[in-house]
């Protein structure tokens, strides 16, 4: 069977990282992994796919069960080194049908079919002869190969490994799955485009368009936030209503519509990103986008947004613009203020914030007589950075993480998150955008992109110092 793409075989003792190597490397998720041995019965392929393009191919196998027994055959075979791939297919072939060595015509088939090997080690365990058989049985496929050592727990055999495994495979790298970086990962393509001078070419050019593709993955996240910032600071609300002044219960229910669809906005755009970064099946726990009776300068508010008070402050200072609970009756041109004194304040003055200060809220009649209760656009200049803040604290936490990884998610920012990223002439400049996107004025296509520029700019610097 011939393919156009490098195709790789992960094979070794069973429990010791091969699935979630393969889910690492394939950037795949729905790789089944367990900490119970025998888990992955049967060889399963994990194409690494871009555009319609496959850059290469992962085998998971199953582990060695009968390695002495398989190589107790093959060495009954007395023949020359050039000959030896033909034994282990003669083995293939006599033994295809017998449940008892499964596991090794799984893991073997795919390597004399044309993958290069793959050969995974627990550097946490002691080295012992009875890998010895494995990787002479691997030898013997006589395909390209390499071992990688997975530290799985904290102690440290690595040493022993290696000088064993160097008698054996042409090249031998540490790599930890579960917390391999771009970069890492990039490394390890181009160690394992060496082991065959008909790789080089093949392996190089899936570098490439993996690069490229990673800059894309960047590119996305980014509009996906800059759409999210845009969609909820610019939403608008709309109930009709019956009679000439809207009822408490109708200002309520335009409100909790309110929240909610900015609620949605934001898992919206975060399912986006998931879906960007292949981590499609993610279990998450995280704090809901809060709304009622939350005071943004609370010490609640702080943990919960991982904004401080002085932040805060300075946020609604430099943005000068009014909030206020005021409900503006709007009928045939002229305009009546429901209870003037509704607490309207201008930018960071106030020391409190509750819901009804986070968006304006007004009844409008339009010359058919039909009237509605309308909430939105946001007007409070805090929210667009807590919204921010979640949104980077998400896209860094899931850009950065393993696909191997099965725990839930905990999306809890620290409080110190924002200094990571937020700095007074970044504000300023951000601001500027939040200003356009909450005046309800057309923005161009431009701006937008001005925009995620800026968003892409700092969510590289996150993840280039692995804040998180």
Do not use: C
């Not at 669809?261 to 809901?288: D, F, G």
């Amino acid at each position: 069977m011939t393919v156009s793409h490098p195709t790789f075989a992960v094979v070794g003792h069973p429990n010791k990282g091969k699935s979630s190597i393969v889910s690492t490397l394939a950037f795949d998720d729905t790789v089944q992994i367990s900490d119970t041995p025998g888990t992955t019965t049967k060889k399963r392929s994990f194409p690494l796919t871009v555009d319609g393009k496959v850059l290469y191919e992962l085998f998971d196998t199953p582990g060695f069960q009968r390695a002495r027994s398989v190589l107790a055959w093959l060495q009954k075979h007395e023949v020359t080194a050039d000959k030896r791939p033909e034994v282990v297919q003669a083995f293939i072939n006599e033994h295809r049908d017998n449940p008892r060595f499964n596991d090794e015509i799984e893991l073997l088939e795919p390597i004399m079919n044309g993958a290069g090997i793959i050969y995974v080690v627990d550097g946490s365990k002691p080295y012992g002869e009875e890998y010895e058989a494995e990787m002479e049985i691997l030898r013997w496929t006589g395909q390209p190969s390499m071992a990688l050592i997975n530290l799985i727990d904290d102690t440290n055999y690595v040493e022993e490994w290696k000088r064993a495994l160097g008698q054996y495979f042409k090249m031998v790298r540490l790599f930890n799955p579960m917390k391999a970086t771009f970069p890492q990962h990039l490394s390890l393509l181009e160690s394992i485009a060496q082991l065959k001078e008909e790789w080089i070419a093949p392996v190089n050019e899936s570098i490439r368009l993996f690069k490229v593709y990673h800059e894309q993955m960047f590119e996305r996240t980014t509009q996906s936030i800059t759409r999210l910032l845009h969609q909820s600071l610019a939403h608008v609300e709309r109930l009709p209503i019956r009679s000439e002044e809207a009822t408490e219960a109708e200002k309520t229910l335009v409100l909790e519509r309110y929240k909610a669809k900015l609620r949605t906005y934001e898992e919206v755009s975060q399912h986006r990103v998931e879906q960007i970064w292949h981590h499609e099946n993610l279990e998450k726990a995280q704090q809901a986008l809060l709304f009622d009776g939350m005071d943004l300068f609370s010490k609640e508010s702080a943990s919960l947004f991982g904004l401080s008070r002085k932040e805060l402050l300075l946020t609604g200072a430099t943005g000068g613009a009014v909030t206020g609970a005021g409900v503006d009756l709007l009928l045939g041109g002229s305009t009546l203020f429901l209870g003037s004194a509704i607490g309207a304040v201008v930018g960071g003055t106030s020391a409190f914030f509750g819901f009804s200060e986070l968006s304006d809220v007004k009844v409008l009649g339009q010359k058919l007589g039909k009237k509605y209760l309308e909430a939105g656009p946001m007007k409070n200049v805090n929210f667009p950075y807590i919204l921010l803040n979640r949104a980077l604290f998400h896209a860094v936490k899931i850009a950065q993480r393993s696909h191997a990884i099965r725990d839930k998610v905990v999306l809890e920012m620290g409080r110190d998150f924002t200094d990571l990223w937020m700095d007074d002439p970044l504000r300023k400049s951000l601001e500027k955008y939040h200003k356009l996107f909450r005046s309800g004025d057309e923005v161009k296509p431009e701006m937008l992109k001005e925009y995620e520029q800026l968003i892409e700019t700092v969510l590289k610097r996150l993840i280039d110092r692995n804040v998180l």
